[in-house]
Each structure stands twice: as structure tokens, then as C-alpha cells.
């Protein structure tokens, strides 16, 4: 019995508590920058990217001056453009994030706010 | 005119033009359907812009609702079979492929221990 405990004792690890803080934390993070995340529900655009897309969309529409594009402006009031414009720049905006909006909701996006708004907070946006 | 900027006038042509803005939406997407190739859909959408802005300064209600319905009864004539529709929208392909399951159901993976205990 003696014998078991000093052989136990003999072959035990010591531990070693490691230091609270240091460097090793961030070592650890940042070799693990680009974590891929195995779920199909966490690619949702971050709000950016869905600004600058909606953006580039409405700046290479033909009947719209570039540098007056905004992530606030209305399309008919500060870009001059007309009803059917705005239907067109909705369709788009559908072809370019892939989705499918209604009517009456696509008769309600009058300006790039709501543009992001809506696509920001659609689950299916691509 | 009588009854030029009345409530009721305005809220008649409001209707029309969201119905003159819904009627020219089915109507992009069905030359999309239809012009597969790029440049044949600008050929067509100008077109079709065209005939709406030739339009534009009519001011009779009553010519106005029959534009309305000529060009949704032609609409209807010439709708596209087989649209595209994004495929998890109704009617698309990926739609109800795989729906969600009702809630409260749990599956226990016991792999035969209650068989075999």
C-alpha cells in the first residue's frame, strides 16, 4: 500500500499553473482569425456590405448622377427620378440580392433607406 | 373641371398610379422572362418604357382606367408559361423543400439500448 502511493507519487505530472494573462490568449485567436462556421443560417450580409451593393446598383443606373448617391436619398425627390424609375431600380435590386418581393411592398421602397432596410432584414437576402 | 383637386379625384388617381406602377413591374418581369439574352431584354424594356411614357399626360380618369385595362388585358395575353421564379419563393423549386419540423418533436438517438437492454 505504501509501495503503491511512493511508485503513484514518483509518476505523478506536477502541475503547472499557467500564467493568468499574457500573450498566450491572443496567439491562440489570432491563429483562428477566419473561423468557419458550419451552420447554414450565419451568412447573413452584414449591414456594409448590403449598403454598398444597394449603392452601386442604384450609381449604375443610367438616368442617375453618381456622385449625388447616398445611403439616405429618395429617389424621386433628391434623384429626380420617376415612378416607373423607381420600379426599375427595385427590380434591380431584386436581381441583384436574388429575391422575391412582393407588389405591395416593392410599391412601398421609395428610396435607398428603405431599400437597405428591407434587404438588410430579409432572411433569404444573397 | 369640376372637383379638379378633391379628395376623392386625387385618391383615384393615386390608385391608378400604383396600379399603372404594378402593372409596369409584371410587365418588366415578363420581357425578362421572355428575353433570355441580355441585349434583347434592353431592346424589349425600352420598348415597353416607351409605350408607357406616350401616355404619360392623359388626364381623363375614365381614359386613364381604360389604358389600365387594355394594357393588363394585354399583359394577361402575353404572359411567360414557365416564369422564373428565385427558388425559394411559392413556386419556385426550393420552396417547402425542406420545411421546418413542428415544434416539441425530439429525437432520441438511443441506437437500439432500449432494444437490446
Same mark, same amino acid.
Given at each position: ?61 443610367p ?41 405591395k ?22 | ?10 385618391? /383615384?388617381?393615386a !390608385?391608378?398610379? @400604383? ?5 409596369? $413591374? ?7 422572362? &421572355?428575353a ?29 382606367? /381604360?389604358?389600365? !385595362?387594355?394594357? @393588363? ?5 402575353? $404572359?411567360h ?6 427558388? &425559394? ?29
Amino acid at each position: 500500500m505504501a509501495l503503491r502511493a511512493a511508485v503513484l507519487r514518483h509518476i505523478r505530472v506536477p502541475v503547472r499553473t499557467l500564467a493568468a494573462t499574457g500573450p498566450k490568449p491572443q496567439l491562440q485567436w489570432s491563429l483562428c482569425n477566419s473561423i468557419r462556421l458550419f451552420s447554414s443560417h450565419d451568412d447573413h450580409l452584414t449591414k456594409e456590405e448590403v449598403i454598398d451593393r444597394v449603392l452601386d446598383v442604384v450609381k449604375s443606373f443610367p438616368k442617375v448622377d453618381p456622385s449625388k448617391v447616398t445611403p439616405h436619398v429618395h429617389f424621386q425627390n433628391d434623384l429626380g427620378l420617376d415612378s416607373l424609375d423607381n420600379v426599375e431600380i427595385v427590380m434591380a435590386l431584386e436581381e441583384e440580392f436574388k429575391l422575391e418581393i412582393p407588389d405591395k411592398e416593392a410599391d412601398k421602397i421609395d428610396s435607398c433607406n428603405l431599400a437597405i432596410e428591407y434587404i438588410y432584414n430579409h432572411p433569404m437576402a444573397g | 373641371m369640376s372637383g379638379a383637386t378633391t379628395a376623392a379625384y386625387l385618391a /383615384r388617381r393615386a !390608385a391608378q398610379k @400604383e396600379r399603372v406602377r404594378i402593372l409596369y $413591374r409584371r410587365a418588366l418581369k415578363d420581357t425578362l422572362n &421572355w428575353a433570355v439574352h441580355r441585349h434583347l431584354f434592353y431592346q424589349d424594356a425600352s420598348d415597353l418604357r416607351e409605350k408607357f411614357e406616350a401616355n404619360k399626360r392623359v388626364e381623363d380618369l375614365d381614359t386613364i382606367d /381604360r389604358m389600365i !385595362a387594355d394594357g @393588363e388585358a394585354s399583359y394577361n395575353k402575353w $404572359r411567360h408559361p414557365d416564369p422564373y421564379i428565385v427558388p &425559394w419563393a411559392p413556386g419556385g423549386s426550393k420552396f417547402t423543400r425542406n420545411p421546418v419540423p413542428p415544434s416539441g418533436i425530439e429525437i432520441v438517438y438511443d441506437y437500439g439500448r432500449e432494444d437490446n437492454d
